[in-house]
Nanobody, 115 residues
């Protein structure tokens, strides 16, 4: 069973940074891509960023230029560096691994940005 474990969330002030980690239980190159999504109460889970097996990266417009997705294949871990955080970035952040038509999700990590 594939497992993904997010970590690194927390409470920060506007303008500060956080780095999230997504540890995958198997080789990340087994998957088509690893994604980060986020969700606030009562809203849909929104796409944030992704990196595919070939290294192609995509960002949501709302985070482009502030967030950076990266990976360490030796650690089977994907990261999300979040800079210049805003209150509207507050959410539960989830990572997702997908292969063919199947998605695997982590349990999420809470990020709160507030003064």
């Amino acid at each position: 069973q594939v497992q993904l474990v997010e970590s690194g969330g927390g409470f920060v002030q506007p303008g500060e940074s956080l780095k999230l980690s997504c540890k995958v239980s198997e080789n990340i190159f087994n998957f088509n891509a690893i994604h980060w999504h986020r969700q606030t109460p009562g809203k849909a889970r929104d796409f944030v960023a992704s990196i595919n097996v070939g290294g192609r990266i995509n960002y949501a417009a709302s985070v482009r230029g502030r967030f950076t997705i990266s990976r360490d294949s030796a650690k089977n871990t994907v990261y999300l560096q979040m800079n210049s955080l805003k209150p509207e970035d507050s959410a539960v952040y989830y990572c997702k691994a997908n292969i063919l038509s199947r998605d695997y999700w982590g349990q999420g990590t809470q990020v709160t940005v507030s003064s």
